[in-house]
């Protein structure tokens, strides 16, 4: 069992950044890939980006190419998501998730998640 606790989520104004954070604990002996969605209301919940084990493949949402990225250190069992030029689209909460051995791309795939954590960009 992994448990998964997200941080840095809050207010931000359009074109601004914000890091997320997401601390692992629990079984992280294992190998994990890991990532974000994001579920703004009303909406179905919205692959975000993903991270090998390594972190040597990266991989991202259309929506959010060439503004958010990736990142992990093993060793501090934590995963972030730094999200730069934020639009107000980007509104939403943002959850963290692990799947054992492989990167998930949709909700099906993962096998943990975290409690989520809200980001609203203003305009």
């Known amino acids: 069992q992994v448990q998964l606790v997200e941080s840095g989520g809050g207010l931000v104004q359009a074109g601004g950044s914000l890091r997320l954070s997401c601390a692992a604990s629990g079984r992280t002996s294992s190998t994990y890939g890991m990532g974000w969605f994001r579920q703004a209301p009303g909406k179905e919940r919205e692959f975000v980006a993903a991270?090998?084990?390594?972190?040597?493949?990266?991989y991202y949402g259309d929506s959010v190419k060439g503004r958010f990225a990736i990142s992990r250190v093993n060793a501090k069992n934590t995963v972030y998501l730094q999200m730069n030029r934020l639009k107000p689209e980007d509104t939403a909460v943002y959850y963290c998730a692990a799947r054992r051995s492989l990167m998930a791309t949709t909700q099906s795939e993962v096998h943990y998640w975290g409690q989520g954590t809200q980001v609203t960009v203003s305009s």
């Open positions: 991270i090998s084990y390594s972190g040597g493949i990266t």
